[in-house]
Nanobody, 118 residues
Framework: QVQLVESGGGLVQPGGSLRLSCAAS????????MGWYRRAPGKERELVATDTSGGSTNYADSVKGRFTVSRDNAKNTVYLQMNSLRPEDTARYYCNLRTKRFVLYEYWGQGTQVTVSS
């Protein structure tokens, strides 16, 4: 079983920055993809950014140039540096880990709230 624990959310003013962290523990197979999704009130969950254990990244168009995803494979930790935050970035952010060993395994964290407001 894999557990994901997020941290780093909070309240920030428009234009500000936050850094989210997600630490994975348990039996983690490689290769894998770790990343971030978000769900705003009244909206469906959407991809924010992902990072494979091989170093390939993928971003939603809405965050390109503002957010940066990175990971420390030795620590099984993924980060999301969020700059130039906007009110529309307000959402609950969820950490995700996907890996495949004969079958697909997918794990989610509990989420951390990010609120962008003046």
């Amino acid at each position: 079983q894999v557990q994901l624990v997020e941290s780093g959310g909070g309240l920030v003013q428009p234009g500000g920055s936050l850094r989210l962290s997600c630490a994975a523990s348990g039996t983690i197979f490689s290769p894998n993809t770790m990343g971030w999704y978000r769900r705003a009130p009244g909206k469906e969950r959407e991809l924010v950014a992902t990072d494979t254990s091989g170093g390939s990244t993928n971003y939603a168009d809405s965050v390109k140039g503002r957010f940066t995803v990175s990971r420390d494979n030795a620590k099984n930790t993924v980060y999301l540096q969020m700059n130039s935050l906007r009110p529309e970035d307000t959402a609950r952010y969820y950490c995700n880990l996907r890996t495949k060993r004969f079958v697909l395994y997918e794990y989610w964290g509990q989420g951390t709230q990010v609120t962008v407001s003046s």
